[in-house]
């Protein structure tokens, strides 16, 4: 019984040999580096690479070029609307400029964190872009990634001043937000913050505290309850805010929630106990997330350009690769996307 070939990758000996031409023309030929090859013997040898399906090893490719050709991404929670987005801005700009993308979810867990960048580390990616402040913590970790050579951009405000970023003003856009709610008569905000830990949470509360400051509406810290950035949070936030009241001419007239997951769940909370969004109580979320247009009503918001944080990462990430000059810190614009959640107040102030 004859007995059977195994199976092993056509290697680029393979195609050099079927070609009769050396390793060397091969490989000018896959990194069009063919500038001493003749066009015919270019197109012979794309002939035999055809003929074999040969695919080059991307990394052994990279060891010699020093790049692999791939980007780290890291992100908090794939399940939270806010990261998909941001994700896909990151993929479509690099796989324009030919980069495989490597993604990695923590699930905010500081261990996985670790883990995936020793990973990152040991895949040799060109560079990583991190979303969130909680990805690389400390000089530390960062100086780590510097003595390594690696490129390291971060999406939002990272705790190493040292490393590049693309950010939102996020005390700006919660003041713009907040000021649009006192333009439709509102007086009594409340707001559903997110975690005690967050950056972004801590500067949209700023935020808050200096579009009612401005407009010399005293802040009442009984209107501020946490929500933790979900929609659990937004419902359990409804529930303590019930004891201030809502709507009349003492009630609470206004929610502003960091974030669309925690307005969306007070928005279910209010239906819930027969309160009418935008009748008696006006909601603003924050992000523009794509469940924003699907609730009823559709829920008005501080946009977010989600995907434009990915690809303007990708961008720094690409030039910063090129050894190009880029600004530390690069910011990104909000605005108010005005839907059916929010009414003018014409009521007592």
């Known amino acids: 019984m004859k007995k059977k070939e195994s199976l092993r990758a056509v290697t680029i000996?393979?195609?050099?040999?079927?070609?009769?031409?050396?390793?060397?023309?091969?490989?000018?030929?896959l990194n069009n580096n063919d500038y001493f090859v003749s066009e015919q013997t270019k197109e012979h040898v794309l002939k035999v690479i055809e003929?074999?399906?040969?695919?080059?090893?991307?990394?052994a490719r990279g060891l010699h070029s020093s790049s692999t050709k791939?980007?780290?991404?890291?992100?908090?929670?794939?399940?939270?609307?806010?990261?998909?987005k941001i994700v896909e801005g990151v993929e479509n700009r690099a796989q324009s400029s030919g980069y495989s993308l490597i993604l990695a979810?923590?699930?905010?867990?500081?261990?996985?964190?670790?883990?995936?960048?020793?990973?990152?580390?040991?895949?040799?990616?060109?560079?990583?872009?991190?979303?969130?402040?909680?990805?690389?913590?400390?000089?530390?970790d960062s100086t780590f990634f510097h003595k390594s050579g690696m490129k390291v951009v971060a999406i939002g405000t990272p705790a190493d001043e040292s490393i590049h970023s693309v950010q939102i003003n996020?005390?700006?856009?919660?003041?713009?937000?907040?000021?649009?709610?006192?333009?439709?008569g509102h007086r009594r905000i409340a707001m559903i913050t997110g975690s005690g830990t967050s950056v972004s949470a801590f500067e949209r509360e700023k935020g808050y505290r200096l579009a009612l400051e401005e407009a010399g509406i005293p802040v009442r810290e009984e209107y501020i309850v946490k929500g933790g950035f979900t929609v659990e949070g937004g419902m359990a936030a409804v529930?303590?805010?019930?004891?201030?009241?809502?709507?009349?001419?003492?009630?609470?007239?206004?929610?502003?929630?960091?974030n669309d997951l925690m307005?969306?769940?007070?928005?279910?909370?209010?239906?819930?106990?027969?309160?009418?969004v935008p009748d008696e109580v006006s909601i603003l979320g924050f992000d523009n997330i794509q469940a924003a247009t699907f609730v009823t009503p559709a829920l008005s918001t501080v946009a977010v350009p989600m995907d434009e944080l990915g690809e303007k990462a990708m961008d720094i990430l690409e030039k910063l690769l090129k050894e190009e000059e880029?600004?530390?810190?690069?910011?990104?614009?909000?605005?108010?996307?005005?839907?059916?959640?929010?009414?003018?107040?014409t009521g007592q102030p």
């Open 51 to 59: 003929e074999l399906n040969y695919r080059p090893n991307a990394l």
């Open 170 to 184: 996020n005390v700006e856009a919660a003041r713009q937000g907040c000021r649009h709610l006192i333009q439709l």
């Open 239 to 258: 529930d303590i805010l019930e004891k201030q009241g809502f709507g009349g001419e003492a009630g609470i007239t206004a929610i502003f929630a960091q």
């Open 13 to 29: 000996k393979d195609v050099a040999k079927k070609a009769n031409v050396s390793i060397t023309t091969v490989s000018r030929v």
């Open 70 to 84: 791939t980007i780290g991404l890291i992100i908090q929670d794939i399940t939270n609307p806010y990261y998909p």
């Open 105 to 140: 979810n923590t699930q905010r867990n500081q261990e996985k964190i670790s883990q995936y960048l020793k990973i990152m580390w040991e895949k040799r990616v060109d560079g990583l872009i991190m979303v969130g402040r909680s990805i690389i913590r400390d000089v530390e």
């Open 326 to 345: 880029v600004p530390m810190v690069q910011y990104l614009q909000t605005h108010i996307e005005c839907r059916e959640s929010l009414k003018q107040y």
């Open 263 to 276: 307005a969306i769940g007070a928005l279910n909370a209010l239906r819930d106990k027969k309160i009418s």
